[in-house]
DNA sequence: CTGCCTGCTGGAAAGGTTTCCGGGACGAGG
DNA sequence: CCTCGTCCCGGAAACCTTTCCAGCAGGCAG
């Protein structure tokens, strides 16, 4: 068995004293010239052919040191059909969700060595498909989405037309659409919010979220549906707009501002809480006394809050990894050991009770 | 004067009805077939080459529309010398900063036609150099830099043999690195702050900061000299680390623990200030009024927290764009209207007052 | 009418790699 | 001695574009 030498890591300098100015990177024909050899001889010994004589490994490895030559992987992708990169568009870096999740999936990823393609949305659906499109057309082997609405009929149109395989994190798969997806039990983290709450005596909620789509939607209707199960004229507001803490905080002035104020405040999604957060500090509003708030996300914010806030937690970067791990069972050849992954994962939730949680007045 | 078109942007489906399973992607040779003309002439069309007549160009562009043509920009990049991507590295993508650096850089690359290739190192100078090398294979046309040791010995070898275009963030340029950098003025904003707990009669301080490199140096350096300069007994301990919010925590603890304890901790870092903050409140310290606090960057975390923490702040998303355009400045021919960029830009910083600053017991 | 220039087009090379295929050398078996 | 098979190696096509160059037709001036 012979192992495939990867010249591309080596760090040292070439031998060759090559000064700067002249010497245009050196190409696998530089190599084999100077060698002696054919440029297929070069390639074989490079790609870990078994077709090499030890001699002939030797030699060509020589000629690689001394010229610094790195393959060109532009080259090689082009000729391969494979060029072990994949595609990331998400609705928005800055969100530390997002970025967690990226990371995880970047660090799975880069280990398998692929390398990310990363684009943002901006949480626009029309550059969702302007970048579909782009990374389609830069041949990325696989894609990993974050959509900003997994409904736009374009998204969905151009999400058809994908060849290549495609992971969703935390969104639903559009009907017609081939992929699989990584998503997060936010019901059952809200359900036990609300229950929470209900057991302290709430009874007037306000639900600040995003759109209608998967995580918020997933959120409300738990929500809902929990105060309906319990009954008891418990009646929740409903806030709907996007995951920003711009949104969170003109939602939660409004909630305040409103004749009936509720006596708890839940806010789905992290950038929302945070603007929620800054808008009841800004009120003057002490929480956790004159009215109760549950987050989402165990940011740092959450735990140094007075009072610290409750919140629905999740193993963020574990979605990263369980993106990066569903797009490469599709992308390596089936090994063995490792059997087809399923289609769907769903990570769990988890509400942590604090203080910000107060008995109804 | 003719306009290029991009048949990349086309969203419309191909008016054949290509059903799927047999169809692989079109090439430029099927379009020609189609058309009845040369391949060249295909490339002028799409290229917005002046020689082209107009019934050329329009029966080109009805064949690009029924086959549903998209071109290869991998071979367009092996061709042309130019991939349209730049490579971004960054020792953590998790940190809010930097998400919001590569946030506003990617955005810029973007609209200049750009796409952006991200690599996290994960504060591993050793993933760096594998990176930079990485992406000079991928023929990245440059690189934008958030090294995590603009020191190591490995990789400012490796940035000296670097071919392309290279901008660093907020990193110093090692010598003989030919670069170009975007940094912040921490010195300014360190000095205020410093100057602030001055005046309020502090004289024991804590400083909390990253390793000897840029970011940490200049913020350690201002706190430093500024007591230094005031004279008055004023004393500093200093506690390197790394900027995480693992190290904010532990460095905390330690202060508190130790038998003098400050008047005063200084954070300088966002990370490391929610790491403080953390341990702060878990040692139930009350800041503001048992001690001063100040920390870096405005998060949500130091307006909301009680009472309201000082910090150091800059425009962050800015650096991302500064550094897109230096970049760009490089790649795009110079353009009249656009003089030669500046080698290096420095961005301001500001120090806030807060009531995490108390008057020293 | 000739010559030249302009406008447009097609053919082919080039960009850097991988892979298929054919073939030479050599040992073994008949 | 011939054939066959194995082991290696070199040549060339292929991947998908762009670009250079040559050429052809037509217009215009001389």
Do not use: W
């Not at 002249?22 to 050899?37: I, T, Y």
């Not at 999604?269 to 808008?279: C, D, E, P, S, T």
């Amino acid at each position: 068995m012979t192992l495939a030498v990867d010249p591309g890591n080596v760090a040292s300098v070439p031998d060759e004293e090559e000064q700067a100015g002249d010497a245009a990177r050196p190409g696998m024909r530089e190599v084999a010239d100077r060698a002696g050899v054919a440029m297929s001889s070069v390639s074989r010994v490079l790609s870990g052919h078994p077709d090499v004589s030890p001699r002939m490994r030797q030699v060509v490895m020589a000629a690689v040191r001394e010229l610094g030559y790195r393959p060109d992987l532009l080259a090689q992708g082009l000729r391969r059909g494979k060029t072990f990169s994949v595609g990331f568009t998400v609705s928005d870096i800055a969100n530390p969700v997002l970025a967690e999740i990226v990371t995880g999936a970047e660090k799975r990823l880069r280990e398998a060595g692929y390398s990310l393609l990363l684009t943002n949305s901006e949480g626009n659906p029309a550059l969702d498909v302007e970048h579909i499109s782009l990374l389609e057309r830069r041949r990325v082997d696989g894609l990993i989405l974050s959509l900003a609405e997994e409904n736009d009929p374009q998204t969905v149109a151009a999400l058809r037309r994908v060849a290549v395989p495609v992971v969703l994190v935390d969104r639903d798969i559009p009907t017609g659409v081939r992929a699989r997806s990584v998503a997060f039990d936010h019901a059952a983290g809200m359900k036990a919010a609300t229950e929470h709450l209900l057991r302290r005596g709430h009874r007037e909620f306000a639900l600040i979220t995003g759109g209608p789509e998967r995580p918020a939607r997933e959120r409300r209707r738990a929500v809902e549906e929990t105060l309906a199960a319990a009954g008891d004229g418990a009646h929740c507001t409903i806030h709907e707009g996007e995951f920003s803490v711009d949104f969170g905080r003109r939602a939660t002035r409004q909630i305040l501002a409103s004749a009936f104020r509720p006596t708890a405040i839940i806010a789905g999604g992290n950038m929302l809480m945070q603007g929620a957060l800054l808008a009841l500090h800004a009120a003057g509003v002490e929480v956790g006394r004159e009215i109760s708030f549950v987050g989402c996300d165990d940011l740092a914010i959450a735990e140094v809050h007075q009072p610290p806030i409750a919140v629905v937690r999740r193993d963020i970067p574990a979605a990263g990894i369980a993106a990066a791990e569903l797009l490469l069972g599709e992308l390596e050849p089936g090994d063995a050991d490792r059997p087809d992954p399923p289609q769907q994962v769903v990570l769990p939730t988890e509400f942590v009770a604090r203080a910000s949680c107060a008995p109804a007045p």
